[in-house]
């Protein structure tokens, strides 16, 4: 089922959903179950699994020289999704990059996910390399999400690559793309990224997950900011505890979002990380207590290979 289906047949309640990585290569698939099992009594309608591009390791030879190679440490998206449909007969949504795919890579891909029967997908254009600062296209592939969203409503639509193919199947999928309360760290302004946000939107794109944010009155500000720009669509919280002393540099540094006064101070009086982890279950309970009265539809959690914390969170508020 669609996602905005699942918001529909909702009826107003505040649903659970969350996000998951694949393992580290050379980990067993149980490790992703392991994750999810306690987690399924909150009965998530949709479980997303995000895509991890290459990455550039350089490895010393004997001789002294480097070598550079190519190695996706964090493969096996699709796989999952398809596990997890088949595990648990609940929806896998795959997260996709216009990095590392040209269009046709891209095509071929969503050609695997339609024939698996997964009929939702998370158009992202995704970061730079590591080892890169910018972000670079493909040659034969997308600049921005908004591109990729295109080519996927023309799969909708039956239009493939090669014009040449007559009586085509059309796909259904359901488009869900990214947006940041607190700016995307490379848009100059935040009037400038949802100008560009409406743009996926004008796409095809159907549901919004915003990045993690720890004080709701950005969440806030940014819908009705959205909603005054024309976007009807669901803006999805994305919402993460902190469990370690070290997310408190991480998490901005990372994800470009501010942590509040009050939540640094907490966090800093802590004494090792298992209080940390209190306080961080403790700020999302409240966050998420706060979406859930204004009738937010779904909150989605970053579980980021560790659900206890979830689980603790999800227990209080569902
Ligand atoms: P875009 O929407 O393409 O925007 C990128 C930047 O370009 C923005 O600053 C925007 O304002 C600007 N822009 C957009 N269009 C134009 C244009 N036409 N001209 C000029 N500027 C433009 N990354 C992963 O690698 N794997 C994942 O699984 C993953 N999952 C994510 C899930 C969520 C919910 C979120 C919020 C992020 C996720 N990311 C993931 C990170 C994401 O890939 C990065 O934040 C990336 O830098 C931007 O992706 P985007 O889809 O928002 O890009």
Redesign the pocket.
């Known amino acids: 089922m669609k996602v905005t289906e699942h918001i529909k047949k909702a009826n107003g309640n505040t649903q659970f959903s969350f996000?998951i990585l694949p393992p580290l290569k050379g980990q067993h698939i149980q490790s992703i179950f392991d994750n999810i099992d306690p987690l399924m009594e909150f009965k998530p309608p949709f479980i997303?699994v995000?895509?991890?591009?290459e990455e550039y390791v350089y490895k010393e030879l004997e001789n002294g020289l480097l070598k550079k190679q190519v190695v996706k440490k964090r493969p096996g998206t699709v796989g999952i999704c398809a596990a997890i449909q088949n595990k648990y007969g609940v929806d896998a949504i795959p997260?996709i990059?216009?990095?590392g795919f040209t269009k046709e890579d891209t095509e071929n891909f969503l050609i695997d996910l339609d024939f698996l029967g997964i009929n939702n997908v998370?158009?992202?254009?995704?970061?730079a390399v590591k080892t890169e600062t910018y972000?670079k296209a493909e040659k034969e592939g997308h600049?921005?999400?908004?591109e990729l969203v295109n080519q996927i409503t023309d799969l909708n639509k039956g239009i493939y690559l090669d014009e040449e193919l007559k009586n085509s199947s059309e796909t259904n999928f359901c488009v869900g793309?990214?947006?940041?309360p607190e700016k995307?760290?490379?848009?100059p302004s935040l009037d400038?990224?949802i100008?560009?946000?409406k743009?996926?939107i004008k796409n095809g794109a159907q549901y919004i997950?915003?990045?993690m944010f720890f004080d709701n009155s950005k969440y806030f500000e940014f819908l009705n900011k959205c909603r005054k720009e024309g976007i009807t669509v669901p803006i999805i919280p994305?919402l993460k505890p902190i469990a370690t002393k070290k997310q408190l540099n991480l998490i901005p540094h990372r994800f470009h979002v501010d942590l509040p006064e009050d939540l640094i101070i907490e966090i800093v009086k802590c004494k090792d990380n298992s209080a940390v982890r209190q306080v961080g279950i403790e700020w999302c309970i409240d966050q998420s207590k706060a979406l859930q009265k204004a009738g937010i539809p779904i909150l989605?959690y970053y579980s980021m290979g560790k659900s206890d914390n979830i689980h603790a969170v999800a227990s209080n508020v569902f």
């Open positions: 996000e997303d995000t895509y991890h591009r997260h990059l216009c990095g998370m158009a992202l254009r995704g970061d972000f600049a921005y999400a908004s793309v990214a947006a940041y995307h760290a490379e848009a400038s990224d100008y560009f946000l743009k996926k997950v915003t990045q994305g989605h």
